[in-house]
């Protein structure tokens, strides 16, 4: 009887392979602006951050650096309903001339260029495409302003600000936007 009870544990054991998980991914986490965007990050990228949902998004991480997005939608900022607001990054940096717009149009924009004449003008603006989305990047030292766009949305798009963070590390973000 111990031959078999040998046997068999010898044959269960000879017949177990053991298999290694394949490595995972870090763990993230999603950040919902609206139903068409959400940003997903890293949750070590998280740990001693503080999220306030209000109006937006504002994340305040551990070393002090900040992030915060809202979405902007047709009907605010004065904007007309209809207007393709997926040229209002176009617009704000300067990269489309404003005389192609009607009059009051062009007030909205001349009044908030200024805000970004401290961190940019248009040689400063960083823009790419993919299948999906146009990214419009406006940096200084220690500020950036961008503006992620759906090409296949024109009633919305999303713009972050950031505080303390490289271009770099907000690329990283915006690439997995959703």
């Known amino acids: 009887m ?9 044959f269960l054991l ?5 298999a290694e ?20 990050l890293h949750l070590d990228v998280m740990e001693n951050s503080t999220v306030i949902n209000f109006e937006g998004i504002w994340i305040k991480f551990e070393n002090n650096a900040e992030l915060s ?17 997926r040229k209002f990054p176009r617009y704000l ?14 007030k909205i924009f001349e009044s908030k260029h200024p805000e970004l004449s401290n961190i940019t ?13 146009t990214y419009y990047h406006a940096c200084s030292d220690k500020e950036c ?15 972050l600000f950031s505080k303390g963070l490289d271009l770099e590390f907000i690329k990283s973000i915006t690439k997995g936007i959703k």
């Open 2 to 10: 111990k031959s078999v009870y040998l046997s068999l544990c010898l």
């Open 21 to 40: 998980e394949p490595p995972s991914k870090p763990p993230k986490m999603s950040l919902l602006f609206s139903p068409g965007f959400s940003v997903q």
């Open 93 to 106: 940096f300067g990269l489309d001339k404003l005389n192609s717009l009607p009059p009051k149009f062009q």
């Open 14 to 18: 000879s017949s177990c392979v053991v």
């Open 69 to 85: 997005g809202i979405i902007i939608m047709n009907g605010e900022d004065s904007l007309p309903e209809g207007y393709d607001i």
């Open 121 to 133: 003008n248009k040689k400063d603006v960083i823009t790419y495409s993919d299948d999906s989305k």
């Open 145 to 159: 302003e961008s503006y992620i766009v759906k090409k296949n949305n024109k009633d919305q798009i999303l713009a």
